[in-house]
């Protein structure tokens, strides 16, 4: 009776805290507040669907995979606002980024959120393989959300990463297109400044070759789950490869060259020193 009255009158004065939660069988006292927690939303992950909007809500709530966001590629505007789905609460886990790993931290899905943007992905055309670019106004709802989400948790700049970045060996999604750069210039995830580019350059051809453990040591360092011992197999190449998607998307063949290595240097520089 004591907690009805309790809970009435909280209910008319929104200031007053509940701090008895009758849960049915039993009472949470929840007076008492740890300080030693974090947030399960550590790291935020970038994907593109491969389809369009309707496949990809679809396939998105259907079996096996979902995210907990899909940004259209022509979203709905109400008052003045895109609308963006939002498929999965972000306190739960989406099945997003299953086999994955970013500075040491693997199965990802645990520790993100997931976003799918609606795009197409690489499209075989008579003139060869196109990738399809994201549209003005999809960038625009994408930016939106991505700075509310990285704000909100405090997403350190090299914890926002493309499906490629924590699975080189499997994922090319979201593909060289994907817009990094206009996230990071709205304060979303990293990018590396040209003057420190230039410094770490040193007057290399940026075309010249570098040192494959050089280059397998920093992308380490930056996050991404690569050997160390100077052998460009395959699986390096892959690594190099989506590091350049990411960062240098006009040639992104996974040749370790001066340019790459300087960016690798510059971002370390920046964020991770
Ligand atoms: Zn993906």
């Given amino acids: 009776m004591r907690f009805i009255a309790v809970a009435l009158v909280c209910a008319l004065l929104s200031a007053c805290t509940v701090t008895r939660i009758d849960r049915g069988t039993y009472i949470a006292d929840t007076r008492h507040h740890a300080t030693s927690v974090d947030s399960r939303v550590r790291f935020l992950v970038m994907h593109y669907t491969e389809i369009d909007e309707a496949g990809s809500l679809e396939v998105l709530t259907g079996p096996n995979v979902s995210a907990h966001y899909v940004v259209p590629d022509a979203p709905a505007i109400e008052h003045g606002e895109p609308v963006i789905y939002r498929l999965v609460p972000e306190e739960k886990r989406a099945w997003h980024a299953g086999v994955s790993e970013w500075q040491g931290t693997t199965e990802l899905n645990a520790a993100s959120i997931g976003i799918e943007n609606v795009n197409l992905g690489p499209v075989d055309t008579p003139q060869g393989r196109r990738w ?12 939106r959300l991505a700075k509310d989400i990285v704000t909100r948790y405090a997403i350190p700049p090299t914890r926002v990463v493309g499906h490629s970045d ?3 060996q499997r994922k090319i999604d979201p593909g060289p297109l ?4 206009a996230l990071y210039a709205a304060g979303v995830g990293a990018w590396p400044d040209d003057a420190d580019i230039a410094r770490h350059l040193a007057g290399r051809d940026p075309k010249s070759p570098a040192d494959v453990k050089a280059l397998q040591e920093k992308l380490r ?7 160390t011992d100077g052998v460009l197999d395959d699986r390096t190449r892959n690594v190099f490869a989506a590091f350049q998607m ?13 340019e790459s290595d300087a960016i ?3 971002l370390l520089d920046k964020y991770l020193r």
Wanted: a neutral charge; proline letters at 14%.
């Fill in 132 to 143: 399809q670019p994201y549209p003005a106004a999809q960038v625009d709802a994408l930016v």
């Fill in 166 to 168: 924590i699975a080189p």
């Fill in 178 to 181: 994907f817009p990094w750069r």
């Fill in 221 to 227: 360092r930056y996050g991404y789950e690569v050997a």
């Fill in 246 to 258: 990411h960062f240098r998307p006009g040639d992104y063949a996974g040749r370790p060259d001066a």
């Fill in 264 to 266: 690798a240097a510059a």
